[in-house]
């Protein structure tokens, strides 16, 4: 008898139940792995995929945070370049692409990154929905993490400004995750309190307290991390990690991420931008209708377009 | 006016309506502006953005806000500093930001840029965090109330390289950084994360002059939970729930405590006397040998390790902030013990509470690896005796 049949009797007589909050990270550079860390240490989920191309790296960083486990509560961290290794997973997040080199806009990386996409999301819808081939991916399941983060930096910065911790100061930056993001000025607040009400220049010009100084800030943000370490990982690890929190534990709360607004706020086109979605187990399954100032309305209406303007140009 | 954070930028125009600065550089107004928080980095252009019109911006956080009590702030009560922002000391910051374990993190580095973005990153996620002050400066001044510092400066192995290869260079780095910590954290506990660990905890200890229960080196926590893991892995059971340590060297001359092994109590050496041993069947030594080589296999496949080292160190973290007293694998003083008479560290079962290594667990170690200690030691001490002023 072995040490493992002398220790332990084996008494289940079914087979093993599967995992039940699985999640897939798809991609293991920067971004992927700060979302993966964040998913880990917040103890999300009971199975954690990694898939990538590189495939020494990807079995490096598998074996990393396995090593890691005695600290964590997620049994099985698997990897493969082959999606097999993604099945039954509740959430895929996918990280995977060319990200801005120091300077260039998120637009440029548009075609490159649609290349790699063709690839990607037939063998992930192939493996999530392979009871259904027939069946188009319902859009409520599709959610980009959009302004999540640029809505986090906006609070964040608020609160250095109002010394006050984040989670207590309200904002929401909608529309393009981006250079054209939406600041909804009327309502930001704080405990109720509608700053807008207490400064009516804030977010114009002849603003005394430059307020639309930081949304220029938030802007920014991404470009000058990039610039000073090279990439940006972990607010935006955290960021994915809070969504996947949602949706796995079927909060329902409200987040400001990327859907299919048309038809919503004056957008005729056909594309993603970020309102504030309300995110369950289901996936995005509400949307909450912002009562926006005119030139807000028209600027989410020139961000679709200008987002229109570059998805008609791809080639699918 | 005096300013102890030395690296505090103040816009000159606020200076006149300054009544007096306090010594964690928060300054408080009496007469009509409510108290405001500089960075503690020179002003780059967002910090301008935000501080240039302070004196203005005053007028939205005067309406809605009323302080009540305005003196000086209090000095963080739980800070953590982890010095070195690589891979690493930016795992570790990120395992002990998202444990929630501190109420204020300084990092420190000498690449600037590096420092910054990595700062800024995270401050990026403080909506996500527990932690309101996140702080980064290559003075040491920002360092300044720590109760732990972890040190994770300094270079790294190559592929294919030892730990010992590294041991001159990471002094000669050790030598600037430590007694820094010190002068501004003088009642601090260091955990020292650099490789060769355990030489380098000696020459931190022998460099700060502190004591000895208060320099820690990682040592072989992190053995142990691979170990663990592995061991875990071949039962199908949960890592935690197999016991097992792992001791002496963090490195090739490791020791596995085959006599302690259990789970639920059940030894098993008890189960299979020959464990560990080069007869055993079931060739359990080889899950030993893994332990040893996972740092090289990881390094080989992504270039470094960071995951696992980041969680361990966060693990050692809470103990020592939480005041646990909880038994972790740690590199120690162990001059006088298991006949040793070199002034070495190795790692052996440490009690850790808020005030470092509270004592040390006797394990009952069969000869062969009381001797394998000594050789550990030995191969230590040879190695120390030749450190250039230390």
């Not at chain 2, 990026?124 to 400066?137: C, E, M, Q, R, Y």
Request: aromatic residues 6%; contains cysteine.
């Amino acid at each position: 008898m072995s040490t493992k049949e002398k220790l332990i009797s084996h008494v289940m007589k079914e087979e093993p139940v599967g995992s039940r909050n699985k999640v897939t990270v798809v991609g293991v550079g920067m971004v992927g792995m700060a979302s993966a860390v964040s998913i880990l240490l917040k103890d999300l989920c009971d199975e954690l995929a990694l898939v990538d191309v590189m495939e020494d790296k990807l079995k490096g960083e598998a074996m990393d945070l396995q090593h890691g486990s005695l600290f964590l509560k997620t049994h099985r961290i698997v990897a493969d370049k082959d999606y097999s290794v993604t099945a039954n997973s509740k959430v895929v997040v996918v990280t995977a692409g060319a990200r801005q080199q120091e300077g260039e806009s998120r637009l440029n990386l548009v075609q490159r990154n649609v290349n790699i996409f063709k690839f990607i999301i037939p063998n992930i819808v192939k493996i999530i929905f392979k009871s259904c081939p027939l069946c188009g991916f319902p859009r409520h399941r599709v959610i980009g993490s959009g302004t999540n983060l640029d809505s986090a930096r906006f609070r964040h910065l608020m609160g250095e400004k109002l010394h006050l911790h984040p989670s207590s100061c309200h904002g929401w930056i909608i529309g393009e995750h981006g250079d054209s993001s939406v600041p909804v000025w009327s309502g930001v607040n704080v405990a109720g309190v509608c700053l807008q009400g207490l400064n009516p220049k804030m977010g114009a010009e002849g603003d005394a307290e430059n307020w639309k100084a930081v949304h220029k800030l938030v802007v920014d943000g991404a470009y000058e991390v990039i610039k000073l370490k090279g990439y940006t990982s972990w607010a935006i690890g955290m960021s994915v990690a809070d969504l996947v929190e949602s949706i796995l534990k079927n909060l329902h709360k409200v987040h400001p991420v990327s859907t299919l607004v048309q038809g919503m706020h004056g957008v005729k086109d056909e594309v993603f931008l970020s309102v504030p979605c309300v995110l369950g187990n289901s996936g995005l399954t509400d949307v909450i209708q912002m009562t926006l100032k005119a030139d807000e309305e028209k600027q989410l209406v020139k961000s679709a377009e200008t987002l229109w303007g570059v998805q008609k140009e791809l080639t699918l | 006016m005096k300013f102890e954070h030395a690296a505090c930028f103040l816009d000159a125009g606020l200076l006149s309506s300054v009544v007096s600065v306090c010594n964690v550089c928060h300054l408080y107004t009496v007469n009509m502006f409510p108290y405001q928080k500089h960075s503690s980095l020179p002003p780059s252009p967002s910090s301008s953005i935000l501080h240039s019109s302070a004196l203005k911006m005053a007028s939205i956080l005067q309406k809605l806000i009323t302080p009540l009590f305005s003196g000086p702030p209090e000095p963080p009560r739980n800070k953590v500093t982890v010095v070195g922002v690589g891979q690493v000391g930016m795992a570790c910051a990120v395992s002990i930001l998202l444990r929630e374990l501190v109420d204020e993190l300084a990092l420190v580095d000498v690449m600037e840029d590096k420092l910054k973005g990595e700062m800024m990153d995270l401050q990026h996620g403080s909506l996500f965090l527990k932690t309101p002050k996140i702080v980064a400066d290559k003075d040491y001044s920002v360092t300044a109330n720590s109760r732990i510092v972890v040190v994770t400066a300094g270079v790294r192995q190559q592929e294919g390289e030892s730990r010992l290869n590294l041991v001159q260079r990471n002094v000669n780095i050790f030598k600037h950084i430590i007694p820094q910590i010190v002068r501004y954290s003088p009642e601090c506990i260091i955990i020292v994360v650099s490789n060769p660990v355990d030489v380098l905890t000696y020459v931190t200890w022998k460099l700060s002059g502190l004591p000895k229960h208060r320099v820690i080196g990682s040592g072989t926590n992190l053995d142990s939970a691979r170990f663990r893991f592995l061991m875990a892995d071949k039962l199908g059971i949960h890592a935690s729930s197999f016991n097992g340590w792992i001791l002496g060297e963090h490195g090739d001359t490791s020791v596995p405590v085959w006599s302690g092994t259990n789970v639920a109590g059940v030894n098993l050496q008890t189960l299979n006397p020959d464990i560990g041993t080069d007869s055993d069947e079931e060739n359990w030594k080889e899950t030993h040998k893994m332990v040893v080589d996972s740092a090289y296999e990881v390094i080989k496949l992504k270039g470094y390790t960071n995951w696992a080292i980041g969680l361990s160190v966060a693990d050692l973290t809470e103990s020592l902030i939480r005041n646990m007293n909880r038994i972790h694998p740690v590199s120690t003083m162990v001059q006088g013990m298991y006949g040793i008479s070199d002034e070495v560290y190795l790692s052996l079962p440490c009690v850790l509470n808020n005030g470092g290594v509270a004592s040390v667990v006797n394990m009952t170690l069969t000869e062969e690896e009381v001797a394998q200690l000594q050789a550990s030691a030995s191969t230590l001490w040879d190695i120390q005796r030749d450190l250039q002023d230390v």
